[in-house]
């Protein structure tokens, strides 16, 4: 006989099922039957203080993990308190499940309390939701929403439960894999390349003499790393990692020339300008990347991989588009390259084009004017520093804005999985819950939130979470009394009318405000005190802790291609821009 359990015990069973190790959550009325038999399950729930927060964090643990995060939440604001972050998952393509409680069934349209229409509202931010209308559909929504959400290109998805479909019950079952496929008729993604394909992106690599990697989030989605690092190595091409890649081809690698983009590496930037391939893997021709598209890499023909098809031209026509999951694919390219060398076929001369590349290398590396004795304190340098006293395997997440670029610059990433940030979204307030959610997937690890003091301000409740439920983590906040990156943009372009971005200097009290919330505030605000306040902050494991940096205001990011320009008119640090005629 089939045992009857109320549909509340079905998801968390489900859940159960599902591997699932950690929920982050907020408890309301809607969704309470489900946190009853939370309390006797496996899975350990992180209570956040603020549903947004709880969002942010399953993208934290699913960055580093590789597995989906799980947020569960109640109706009505709880809900729409999600939206951000879905949306931030879904542009950056992390693998996340909602849970959402709803009211019951017999109540859904008269407008009752905390009633919202939470799929009709998520639509356009998940890859897949649900209304379930019934306890008997909690298994197989379950299942569904695992499964489209970590297979092909992952993406959050949303399952919202009425309150009676958790109260009533069901006979229990678990769906079979081909259950859940079948169910599922119109989803079959994509993951190996087509054989003609491959073979023709071969023959374009073999032939070009100014080819470029370009390497995107997908790499990181896909676990393809290694094979990243096999192809480059083989064909002897440099590799451009996006800002959703850092860290996929390492910082110390020979032939990495770091981040192309807005902000991007001058000689990444151009080398994308000038040559004659792009291998495009798991990267999607953001305008963050291509500047203005109609003068983005006019010689080059493009190789593209993506195993989502809708990225086929969507931005750039893809002289070679290649629709498959960028592991399989860029092995199948390896091993149909070493079939044309093993053949005989000679690789066309690469070496005038990796002479120019490494002269721009060696005149325009990152850089920064620093600070004289008693002046204000640079931002670079205490991201510089913050890498030269990291631990080995250290995470680091960021909000967004200058700080988010001068932590893409300046710290070294030669690791996958230790950069988490929003790429597509740029939503602010994301670092310190993102931060707490990687910790809890990598607790054995130091994990830095660098932020700034807008951000900051936006999600920084979320520290007592770390206080209270023992994820110790640790925050660079550089504190320049500004929205830094809106300020910049008014001072090039706005003749320096300073609209609404001066946040106060004093105001809050960020080390109070630290400790208030059971960390360990510190205050610098001089070059000396910047190492010796991260070797403190090194050394506390028990506690999160805030340094706040007081950085100069007046620091821009450089280099910076302005929004809608083309790559070509990129605008270089100052002390390097009487040199612009060499990347031409």
Same mark, same amino acid.
């Given at each position: 006989?089939?045992?009857?359990?109320?549909?509340?015990?079905?998801?968390?069973?489900?859940?159960?099922?599902?591997?699932?190790?950690?929920?982050?959550?907020?408890?309301?009325?809607?969704?309470?039957?489900?946190?009853?038999?939370?309390?006797?399950?496996?899975?350990?729930?992180?209570?956040?203080?603020?549903?947004?927060?709880?969002?942010?964090?399953?993208?934290?643990?699913?960055?580093?993990?590789?597995?989906?995060?799980?947020?569960?939440?109640?109706?009505?604001?709880?809900?729409?308190?999600?939206?951000?972050?879905?949306?931030?998952?879904?542009?950056?393509?992390?693998?996340?499940?909602?849970?959402?409680?709803?009211?019951?069934?017999?109540?859904?349209?008269?407008?009752?309390?905390?009633?919202?229409?939470?799929?009709?509202?998520?639509?356009?931010?998940?890859?897949?939701?649900?209304?379930?209308?019934?306890?008997?559909?909690?298994?197989?929504?379950?299942?569904?929403?695992?499964?489209?959400?970590?297979?092909?290109?992952?993406?959050?998805?949303?399952?919202?439960?009425?309150?009676?479909?958790?109260?009533?019950?069901?006979?229990?079952?678990?769906?079979?894999?081909?259950?859940?496929?079948?169910?599922?008729?119109?989803?079959?993604?994509?993951?190996?390349?087509?054989?003609?394909?491959?073979?023709?992106?071969?023959?374009?690599?073999?032939?070009?003499?100014?080819?470029?990697?370009?390497?995107?989030? /997908?790499?990181?989605?896909?676990?393809?790393?290694?094979?990243?690092?096999?192809?480059?190595?083989?064909?002897?091409?440099?590799?451009?990692?996006?800002?959703?890649?850092? /860290?996929?081809?390492?910082?110390?690698?020979? +032939?990495?020339?770091?981040?192309?983009?807005?902000? /991007?590496?001058?000689?990444?930037?151009?080398?994308?300008?000038?040559?004659?391939?792009?291998?495009?893997? /798991?990267?999607?021709?953001?305008?963050?990347?291509?500047?203005?598209?109609?003068?983005?890499?006019?010689?080059?023909?493009?190789?593209?991989?993506?195993?989502?098809?809708?990225?086929?031209?969507?931005?750039?026509?893809?002289?070679?588009?290649?629709?498959?999951?960028?592991?399989?694919?860029?092995?199948?390219?390896?091993?149909?390259?070493?079939?044309?060398?093993?053949?005989?076929?000679?690789?066309?001369?690469?070496?005038?084009?990796?002479?120019?590349?490494?002269?721009?290398?060696?005149?325009?590396?990152?850089?920064?004017?620093?600070?004289?004795?008693?002046?204000?304190?640079?931002?670079?340098?205490?991201?510089?520093?913050?890498?030269?006293?990291?631990?080995?395997?250290?995470?680091?997440?960021?909000?967004?804005?200058?700080?988010?670029?001068?932590?893409?610059?300046?710290?070294?990433?030669?690791?996958?999985?230790?950069?988490?940030?929003?790429?597509?979204?740029?939503?602010?307030?994301?670092?310190?819950?993102?931060?707490?959610?990687?910790?809890?997937?990598?607790?054995?690890?130091?994990?830095?939130?660098?932020?700034?003091?807008?951000?900051?301000?936006?999600?920084?409740?979320?520290?007592?979470?770390?206080?209270?439920?023992?994820?110790?983590?640790?925050?660079?906040?550089?504190?320049?009394?500004?929205?830094?990156?809106?300020?910049?943009?008014?001072?090039?372009?706005?003749?320096?009318?300073?609209?609404?971005?001066?946040?106060?200097?004093?105001?809050?009290?960020?080390?109070?405000?630290?400790?208030?919330?059971?960390?360990?505030?510190?205050?610098?605000?001089?070059?000396?005190?910047?190492?010796?306040?991260?070797?403190?902050?090194?050394?506390?494991?028990?506690?999160?802790?805030?340094?706040?940096?007081?950085?100069?205001?007046?620091?821009?990011?450089?280099?910076?291609?302005?929004?809608?320009?083309?790559?070509?008119? +990129?605008?270089?640090?100052?002390?390097?821009?009487?040199?612009?005629?060499?990347?031409?």
């Amino acid at each position: 006989m089939a045992e009857r359990i109320t549909g509340a015990e079905a998801l968390i069973r489900a859940l159960e099922h599902e591997d699932v190790e950690l929920i982050f959550g907020y408890p309301g009325g809607c969704i309470l039957p489900a946190y009853d038999p939370l309390m006797d399950s496996s899975i350990r729930h992180i209570l956040v203080r603020h549903e947004q927060g709880a969002g942010h964090m399953a993208e934290g643990y699913a960055h580093v993990s590789g597995k989906p995060g799980v947020a569960m939440v109640t109706s009505g604001p709880a809900a729409t308190n999600l939206v951000t972050p879905l949306m931030d998952a879904y542009m950056d393509s992390v693998p996340m499940v909602a849970i959402t409680g709803q009211v019951a069934t017999n109540a859904i349209g008269t407008d009752a309390f905390q009633e919202c229409d939470t799929v009709g509202i998520t639509r356009s931010c998940t890859k897949h939701n649900e209304l379930v209308m019934s306890a008997d559909d909690i298994p197989m929504a379950v299942r569904q929403a695992f499964h489209i959400a970590t297979t092909g290109r992952p993406g959050p998805t949303l399952i919202d439960v009425p309150k009676d479909c958790l109260q009533n019950e069901m006979e229990w079952y678990w769906p079979t894999d081909q259950e859940v496929l079948d169910s599922l008729p119109g989803y079959r993604p994509n993951v190996k390349g087509h054989p003609r394909m491959i073979k023709e992106a071969a023959r374009v690599i073999m032939g070009s003499e100014r080819p470029i990697i370009y390497a995107g989030g /997908g790499i990181l989605k896909s676990r393809a790393a290694e094979a990243l690092r096999e192809l480059a190595e083989l064909i002897d091409s440099y590799v451009v990692t996006t800002l959703m890649a850092r /860290g996929a081809f390492p910082d110390n690698h020979p +032939l990495c020339l770091g981040m192309p983009g807005m902000h /991007g590496n001058a000689t990444a930037v151009t080398a994308m300008q000038k040559a004659d391939l792009l291998i495009t893997l /798991g990267a999607r021709f953001d305008d963050r990347i291509t500047g203005k598209v109609d003068a983005f890499a006019p010689e080059a023909k493009i190789i593209h991989v993506d195993i989502d098809p809708a990225e086929q031209g969507k931005v750039r026509r893809p002289d070679v588009p290649i629709v498959g999951d960028a592991k399989y694919v860029i092995e199948e390219i390896i091993s149909e390259i070493k079939a044309m060398i093993a053949a005989g076929t000679v690789q066309a001369d690469t070496s005038a084009w990796k002479s120019k590349v490494s002269g721009w290398r060696e005149q325009f590396p990152m850089t920064y004017e620093q600070s004289e004795p008693g002046a204000a304190l640079k931002p670079q340098y205490c991201i510089e520093e913050l890498n030269r006293l990291a631990k080995p395997h250290t995470i680091v997440a960021s909000g967004v804005g200058q700080h988010q670029m001068y932590t893409s610059q300046f710290f070294e990433f030669d690791e996958p999985y230790t950069w988490v940030n929003s790429g597509g979204l740029g939503t602010m307030g994301f670092s310190i819950p993102a931060a707490i959610g990687a910790k809890a997937a990598k607790p054995e690890c130091d994990v830095w939130a660098v932020d700034g003091d807008g951000c900051f301000q936006m999600t920084a409740q979320e520290l007592v979470t770390s206080t209270v439920e023992g994820l110790p983590i640790k925050v660079a906040l550089l504190n320049n009394s500004y929205l830094g990156m809106v300020r910049q943009w008014q001072e090039m372009f706005y003749d320096e009318r300073y609209s609404e971005v001066y946040l106060n200097a004093k105001v809050p009290d960020f080390v109070m405000w630290a400790e208030s919330m059971g960390c360990v505030g510190i205050l610098v605000e001089s070059p000396e005190e910047v190492g010796p306040a991260i070797e403190k902050a090194n050394s506390i494991t028990d506690r999160s802790v805030v340094i706040e940096f007081r950085t100069d205001a007046s620091e821009l990011v450089f280099p910076m291609v302005p929004a809608g320009a083309s790559n070509d008119e +990129l605008i270089l640090h100052p002390t390097q821009q009487d040199r612009a005629e060499a990347l031409k």
